[in-house]
């Protein structure tokens, strides 16, 4: 190849730890815990299908280069949701964006410059500490309990910072995290907003996943707190997508932000990626407007509801003392600490020979790993592979122990 000099943040760029994992997916008989996945059994095909005829039959909105921002009826589409969320916004609060990691690479590129601070929930969605290092921040961990967010720990961090590590925004996702499948409490969310308006940084709402809830009520996103305690100085950002809940192919995200906040990511998205699929987006919107949506949502609640409860006996069953988890109250992931130390890469590698996949934990701190995390995926596996999945995880345990 011929010698030239890349990007110093392409110099030695670390993959997505997640995608590293793929070509283990193949091998005969694999069960993975590990993509976060939507289950292709509860995919509309017949309801996406529809959408997509009536799509067809409108070429020139659907097949022609379309807005950067995205297209009025789907932006209307998505304020529609937004409302159902608890959010009340004018279409021309959010934009359209390929999945919602384009939106949170937008905001890193419009943000962060080499060497700002800024603060993560740890551990923390892998794609977005890569976005983040790629662009050179200086990432700070902020630790999560069940409850989401440790906010008095981050009010102790800010408190102490001096003010050059000050962050700039703070990146997580309150309502069934991932990898935690946490939900930050309605307390908390207060005070995360309040800390943000002390100390003026961005809170990066992140919720692809706040729809999928099991039982519980859901509090209102942060997004919708920081609207009633600062009207117009609303520190929240709020992303959001319809790849848990419709399809991931769609590559459709959204996010809604300050006017101008969404100029200038408008402006950077220009020269990513022009428009999101004008056709996605017809097929978006059209299906939003049929009554299958909150069917086919209802649904994927139920099952991913049984899936995990499917999980969490399992687990109880078989590994109960030699894991410690919680269960989550929605979302389609189980944390897994394990009790005692243990030589984490063999036992992926024990995991991997019996044919059971999961995420070791390292893959969800910027740095440093802590503890003996794995998060396990509920969303694709059938009870009774997840059932199976379980008991080859316990024989990989045992296997790593007797050693
Ligand atoms: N944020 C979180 C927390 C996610 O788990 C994911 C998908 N794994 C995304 C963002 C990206 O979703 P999208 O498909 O909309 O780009």
């Not at 590293?20 to 299908?49: T, V």
Request: aromatic share 8%; proline share 7%.
């Amino acid at each position: 190849m011929i010698s030239v000099e890349f990007a110093s943040s392409y110099a030695n760029p670390a993959g997505s730890p997640i995608r590293e994992l793929f070509p283990y997916l193949n091998r005969p008989g694999m069960i993975s815990f590990a993509g976060g996945y939507p289950s292709p059994s509860l995919f509309d095909a017949e309801g996406l299908q529809q959408a997509a005829q009536h799509a067809f039959a409108d070429t020139a909105g659907s097949l022609q280069y379309g807005a950067t921002e995205g297209s009025p009826a789907l932006r209307q589409a998505l304020a529609q949701l937004c409302a159902a969320r608890g959010i009340q916004c004018d279409p021309s609060h959010l934009i359209v964006t390929t999945g919602s990691q384009q939106a949170f690479d937008l905001l890193v590129r419009v943000y962060i410059a080499p060497a700002a601070s800024v603060y993560v929930e740890t551990p923390a969605y892998p794609a977005a500490i890569q976005a983040l290092r790629l662009a050179q921040a200086r990432i700070h961990e902020v630790l999560v309990d069940e409850d989401g967010i440790d906010v008095d720990a981050l009010q102790r961090q800010l408190e102490d910072a001096v003010p050059s590590d000050r962050p700039k925004l703070l990146y997580t996702v309150p309502t069934f995290s991932n990898p935690c499948g946490t939900l930050l409490t309605q307390s908390r969310r207060e005070a995360l907003v309040r800390l943000a308006l002390k100390y003026e940084f961005l809170i990066i709402e992140d919720d692809p996943y706040g729809e999928l809830a099991f039982s519980t009520s859901v509090p209102p996103p942060i997004y919708a707190t920081g609207h009633v305690m600062a009207a117009a100085d609303n520190p929240v950002v709020y992303l959001s997508s319809l790849s848990k809940t419709v399809a991931p192919a769609l590559r459709v995200g959204w996010m809604l932000a300050p006017a101008e906040i969404l100029r200038r990511c408008a402006i950077a998205k220009q020269t990513s990626d022009l428009c999101t699929s004008p056709l996605a987006q017809a097929v978006a919107s059209r299906y939003l407007a049929s009554s299958r949506y909150a069917a086919m949502v209802a649904g994927a609640r139920d099952e991913y509801a049984s899936r995990m409860r499917a999980m969490a006996h399992a687990l109880r069953d078989e590994l109960a003392d030699t894991l410690t988890f919680f269960e989550p109250k929605g979302g389609m992931f189980v944390w897994a600490e394990l009790a005692r130390p243990m030589d984490m890469p063999r036992l992926f590698q024990a995991a991997v020979e019996q044919g059971v996949l999961y995420v070791p934990g390292d893959a969800f701190y910027p740095y440093e790993p802590r503890g003996q995390g794995m998060r396990l995926s509920f969303a694709t596996p059938s009870t009774h592979e997840i059932a199976q999945g379980v008991r080859r995880l316990a024989r990989a345990l045992r296997l790593c122990a007797d050693h």
